[in-house]
T-cell receptor, first 112, second 112 residues
Framework: NAGVTQTPKFQVLKTGQSMTLQCAQD?????MSWYRQDPGMGLRLIHY???????DQGEVPNGYNVSRSTTEDFPLRLLSAAPSQTSVYFC???????????FGPGTRLTVL | AQSVTQPDIHITVSEGASLELRCNYS??????LFWYVQSPGQGLQLLLK??????LVQGIKGFEAEFKRSQSSFNLRKPSVHWSDAAEYFC??????????FGTGTRLTIIP
């Protein structure tokens, strides 16, 4: 049981490049979320999913896309990276939207 | 809308001393409350949670928290801190159909 896994751990992009942050969980959780963590701002919800095929926007969705084709996977796509997207990104999963979240180890992204 | 306030950005405590980290929330009904800990370079780990019932909840690593409805607070306590407790601590609130909202975190430093 690996829990929540994220790849890559570190990534450097140039402005305008695109990339996908991968997230997978093996706990059969319906709910999955993407957060970004910035100094002094805590965790802010980017997008979330309540099940395969269903996604919704969180607090800071602009510049990010998500899809949920399977229960296990919830990738986050940056279509055209900007320096403002430099952050640490965490994926989380849970049994319910308001319940205990299980977090991945994070991806540290730098956009130059 | 629900919100969480952690008024202390940074706290320094001597090893062996007691600890209290403050958390105040805003929520219209009975909330679900959580404390998470984040060690440097790591993801978040759940310390404890309150859903209902006994207002004093015990968590892992010797932590406890008390839900006080009249004060809209859920402060985290530990009677004697260890150097390994140095980390960042996040309070979070959820409930009903609302997603979790995290506070901005309190960074704990332990001095010998």
């Amino acid at each position: 049981n690996a829990g929540v896994t994220q790849t890559p751990k570190f990534q450097v992009l140039k402005t305008g490049q695109s990339m996908t942050l991968q997230c997978a969980q093996d706990m059969n959780h319906e709910y999955m979320s993407w957060y970004r963590q910035d100094p002094g701002m805590g965790l802010r919800l980017i997008h979330y999913s309540v099940g395969a095929g269903i996604t919704d926007q969180g607090e800071v969705p602009n510049g990010y896309n998500v899809s949920r084709s399977t229960t296990e996977d919830f990738p986050l796509r940056l279509l055209s990276a900007a320096p403002s997207q430099t952050s640490v990104y965490f994926c989380a999963s849970s049994f319910s939207l308001r319940g205990e979240q299980f977090f991945g180890p994070g991806t540290r992204l730098t956009v130059l | 809308a629900q919100s969480v306030t952690q008024p202390d950005i940074h706290i320094t405590v001597s090893e062996g001393a007691s600890l209290e980290l403050r958390c105040n929330y805003s929520y219209g009904a009975t909330p679900y409350l959580f404390w998470y800990v984040q060690s440097p370079g790591q993801g978040l780990q759940l310390l404890l949670k309150y859903f209902s019932g006994d207002t004093l909840v015990q968590g892992i690593k010797g932590f406890e928290a008390e839900f006080k409805r009249s004060q809209s607070s859920f402060n985290l306590r530990k009677p004697s801190v260890h150097w390994s407790d140095a980390a960042e601590y996040f309070c979070a609130v959820g409930g009903g159909n609302e997603k979790l909202t995290f506070g901005t975190g309190t960074r704990l430093t332990i001095i010998p």
